[in-house]
Nanobody, 119 residues
């Protein structure tokens, strides 16, 4: 069973930076697309960055130019470099993974999340 474990969250002042990591284990050579999701306090979870099967990253407008998602060649580790953080970036950041065989459309594996607080 695929397991995802996030790390790197914390509290930071506006304008600061954090780098999140998500490590996938138990993949059994299943190729995965991975993405980052964010749930602000009292709001629904939403996708903010993802890397497709070709290794291309896509972002929502609110983080474009400030966040960079990257993945290692083995596709087992996903990072999210977050710069120029704003208070509205506060939330629970969760890593999700979708089998490449699904066309990277079905996120079926999820981590427990790491909290980011920007003041």
């Amino acid at each position: 069973e695929v397991q995802l474990v996030e790390s790197g969250g914390g509290s930071v002042q506006a304008g600061g930076s954090l780098k999140l990591s998500c490590v996938a284990s138990g993949t059994n050579n299943t190729r995965l697309c991975m993405g980052w999701f964010r749930q602000p306090p009292g709001q629904a979870i939403d996708g903010i960055a993802a890397i497709d099967a070709a290794g291309r990253a896509a972002y929502v407008a609110s983080v474009e130019g400030r966040f960079i998602a990257s993945q290692d060649k083995a596709r087992n580790t996903l990072w999210l470099q977050m710069d120029n953080l704003k208070p509205e970036d506060t939330g629970l950041y969760t890593c999700g993974a979708a089998p490449v065989s699904s066309g990277c459309q079905s996120y079926v594996y999820w981590g427990h999340g790491t909290q980011v607080t920007v003041s």
